[in-house]
């Protein structure tokens, strides 16, 4: 039976100690090697505008594979989440160093994010009103429990 078995090893990747260079000749295409940066400089960089333009001419490979908007657009969402990139800087970037195209996914990445806080305000708001409403309840119960009605 132990023959049948699998045997998967993992290998961990510590992407902290790489250089840029070393992680860019990567056999793993643009979108993997835009990926890789992403993870390893987004989450601590102190100046994430500065980050990003230095990923300017890989965003750009990325957006003219086929599913280019849809791995930009991910990057871009990212790199909001994780840091505080000051917004009307990254979209002067994208402008000036890609193109229309790569305006087109940071506009869809805002609109995503939009998308994203609506509905989680409409959640917060939804949990405060069920909280008020129980709250309501509890206190007609306790008021209502000695109180009988004819």
Same mark, same amino acid.
Do not use: H, W
């Given at each position: ?10 290998r961990l990747d510590d992407l902290s100690g790489q250089s840029d260079e070393r992680l860019?000749?990567r056999a793993i295409g643009h979108v993997g090697i835009l990926t890789l940066l992403s $993870? ?22 990325? $957006? ?17 989440k994780v840091s505080d990139p000051e917004p009307l800087v990254i979209r002067e970037l $994208? ?56």
């Open positions: 039976m132990a023959s049948l078995m699998p045997d998967f090893r993992y860019r000749v $993870l390893q400089r987004f989450p601590n960089a102190s100046n994430p505008e500065a980050v990003f333009e230095k990923l300017t001419d890989l965003i750009s490979e990325v $957006l003219s594979a086929p599913s280019g908007m849809e791995a930009s657009t991910a990057v871009l969402c990212y790199l909001f $994208l402008q000036t160093k890609v193109g229309q195209r790569a305006v087109e996914a940071y506009m869809t990445t805002a609109d995503r994010l939009k998308e994203q806080g609506r509905a989680e305000g409409e959640a917060k708001g939804r949990a405060e009103i069920l909280s008020k409403l129980f709250n309501v309840e509890v206190r007609c119960a306790v008021i209502g429990s000695g109180t009988t009605f004819a």
